[in-house]
């Protein structure tokens, strides 16, 4: 394998940086409130996939941005995928006990705790983006700033889970299953690889289109996958309870293509991903290799 090249090697190595960073970010243990800061690191150390990181690593070595920067952006949009796992979690809401092969953030602690583990690590991740320089000047950093709100509120992640929730019993449609994906799920993907893009300076508008229009589709195709793992995966292989679509009456791709035809949209959406970012070069060699990651993934 050449190693200028191996994903595994590149993603390894993010994913250990990004454990670091997030340990040295998240209040320490021993500092009070002690429970609630214990809690937060439980729900966010130790597991997960790390895939907005790398994408937000990944978009910034196309737009040569310091990786400081894409870490710190990449941090903070981790921080609030945690939270949006552990309220998901939460019984008025999917109601489940197992989350990256443990128990859920309300199990193992309280469910008032686990309320306000969501709520601290939704405000940590907007200090984050305040707080350190990602951007060459404070009305980019803005925007950054305002990206990340409008991704993870009602117009994006929240807005896309409450879709969710209310369609739970009812047969949706492929396009209204679209519109409530690329909300609950793309949102923060999308955002993920925008804001590393926009750590750097590399980028002209028609090629932060070009990554946003790549990362709709692997936000979209991120979800595909996840439908059809939880109907083909074991429990003990996704670290979450596997079936759980089905059982609870919940639209998904494969009730409303089966399994095959969803491996196939999620296939062609991999292509429309790859395509999106024609013209951009060897500097996007690791967002196309993210695409096969997503798409490819058996967890
Ligand atoms: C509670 C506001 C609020 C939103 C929740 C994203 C979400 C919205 C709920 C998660 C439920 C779910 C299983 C969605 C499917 C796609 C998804 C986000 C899967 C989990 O993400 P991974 O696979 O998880 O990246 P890891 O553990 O690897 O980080």
Redesign the pocket.
């Known amino acids: 394998m050449n190693s200028a090249t191996d994903f595994q090697g590149w993603a390894h190595a993010r994913q250990e940086r990004i454990e670091t960073l997030l340990q040295t970010l998240l209040p320490a243990p021993e500092i009070a409130p002690q429970r609630l800061h214990q809690a937060m690191r439980y729900a966010v150390l130790g597991?997960?996939?790390?895939?907005r990181p790398l994408l937000a690593f990944a978009a910034g070595e196309l737009a040569q941005a310091d990786p400081e920067r894409a870490a710190i952006a990449g941090a903070a949009v981790e921080l609030i995928?945690a939270y949006?796992?552990v309220?998901?979690d939460l019984p008025c809401?999917?109601d489940d006990v197992l989350r990256?092969g443990r128990p859920t953030c309300h199990v193992e602690y309280d469910e008032a705790t686990a309320l306000l583990v969501g709520d601290a690590l939704q405000s940590l991740a907007f200090q984050l983006v305040s707080e350190y320089r990602l951007a060459a000047d404070a009305s980019t950093q803005l925007e950054m700033v305002k990206l990340l709100a409008v991704a993870s509120g009602s117009r994006g992640?929240?807005g896309?889970?409450a879709i969710d929730l209310d369609a739970v019993g009812k047969t949706l449609s492929v396009p209204e299953l679209e519109f409530m994906h690329i909300h609950?799920?793309g949102a923060l993907i999308r955002a993920a690889a925008l804001l590393g893009a926009r750590c750097g300076n590399g980028l002209d508008d028609k090629a932060l289109a070009q990554v946003d229009h790549f990362a709709k589709c692997i936000g979209l195709a991120?979800?595909v996958v996840?439908d059809v793992l939880d109907a083909e995966a074991p429990t003990a292989t996704l670290g979450k309870t596997a079936g759980k679509d089905a059982r609870q009456g919940k639209p998904t791709y494969v009730s409303a293509l089966g399994v095959a035809q969803s491996k196939a949209f999620a296939a062609e959406l991999r292509n429309d991903a790859l395509k999106a970012l024609d013209g951009l070069g060897e500097r996007a060699l690791r967002l196309r290799q993210l695409a096969d990651f997503i798409v490819l993934r058996k967890f």
């Open positions: 597991a997960g996939k790390r895939v995928h949006s796992l309220h998901d809401m999917d990256r992640m929240a896309g889970q609950k799920t991120f979800q996840d």
